[in-house]
């Protein structure tokens, strides 16, 4: 047993981020079991401190259900399908982008769904509790859609689909339903697709949204984190070293500016989709 334990620990730290949300996801679910399972009607009835609810009474004295929905699942299989989307998703979004912006949008996405439920169901009258992370799920693969619709995706016993034709089924099949059940649920995952779409689109123009995790992620961190007293230390300087440093720094900054110039002369003769992804993702990298 403990040696499972030890191979569980070891994933999780070699992992990446999408591998470590789906622990978090599942060892949640785990421990809400014992909790908040009623066994005599076999379903789950988490708490209104931890589902997000759309009465203002409980999400204002909650505020942290916006995203703590997002880790929540009403059943096993609505945890089992949500988790293969996010490891298909996930792979797929950190193809082209990094850790820090799959846990921004992975955040942002959730809250943002989150608002829509709960703004639409207060003026629809309806008072009720949403949980899971369809919506996350949902917006990282809308994300990585919006940036490279034409890429090829192999599935099984079909063969290879374009990725634009798997998320169009999704998103249909969700406006199918709205109407139908799980009104709440459908909503929250439109909204979640309509913030990855904007997420790309403002991060092609040279906004990072998820920069706004990262930083307050960093803050608590740096918060928590003791501080090191270094004692003072007579510095001498040599007055060469650090004109050849300068010099080096002056020729890094202008590789790297004739290197953006010259990505932006083929942008204004080809246009942007005749970039190729590594051209892309040093564009982006530079913009920050």
């Known amino acids: 047993m403990s040696r499972i334990f030890d191979d569980i620990r070891l994933q999780y730290k070699i992992g990446d981020i999408t591998n470590k949300i789906i622990y978090w996801n599942v060892g949640l679910f785990l421990l ?15 708490p209104n401190w931890l589902a997000l609810s759309s009465n203002p009474n409980d999400f204002l004295i909650f505020p942290w259900t916006f995203f703590t929905y997002a880790f929540l699942h009403s059943g096993f299989w609505h945890l ?17 982008f990094t850790q820090k912006q799959f846990l921004g949008l992975y955040f942002l996405s959730s809250i943002f769904a989150g608002l829509a439920f709960a703004i639409a169901y ?11 992370a369809s919506a996350a799920v949902l917006s990282i693969l809308v994300a990585t859609t919006t940036y490279q619709p034409l890429m090829y995706v192999r599935l099984l016993l079909i063969g290879n689909v374009k990725l634009w034709h798997i998320t169009a089924v999704l998103l249909i099949l ?25 997420y790309i689109k403002l991060l092609q123009n040279g906004t990072d949204l998820s920069n706004i995790v990262t930083n307050i992620i960093n803050f608590f961190v740096n918060l928590f984190q003791p501080k090191k007293a270094t004692p003072f230390k007579k510095v001498h300087v040599n007055s060469k070293k650090t004109n050849t440093s300068s010099q080096s720094k002056i020729v890094v900054k202008d ?34």
């Open 32 to 46: 809400s079991i014992p909790l908040f399972f009623i066994f005599k009607e076999y379903r789950f009835a988490y």
């Open 80 to 96: 089992f399908f949500n988790m293969v989307m996010l490891n298909f998703s996930g792979r797929l979004f950190l193809t082209f």
């Open 122 to 132: 207060y003026f629809m009258g309806i008072s009720n509790v949403i949980v899971g």
């Open 174 to 198: 969700d406006v199918m339903q709205i109407l139908i059940e799980n009104t709440g649920g459908h909503i929250a995952h439109l909204a979640g697709a309509l913030f990855g779409f904007l």
């Open 255 to 288: 590789k790297t500016q004739q290197q953006i110039d010259e990505i932006l002369d083929k942008i204004s003769q080809s246009g942007y989709d005749s970039l190729t992804a590594e051209e892309k993702e040093f564009l982006f990298k530079a913009g920050k």
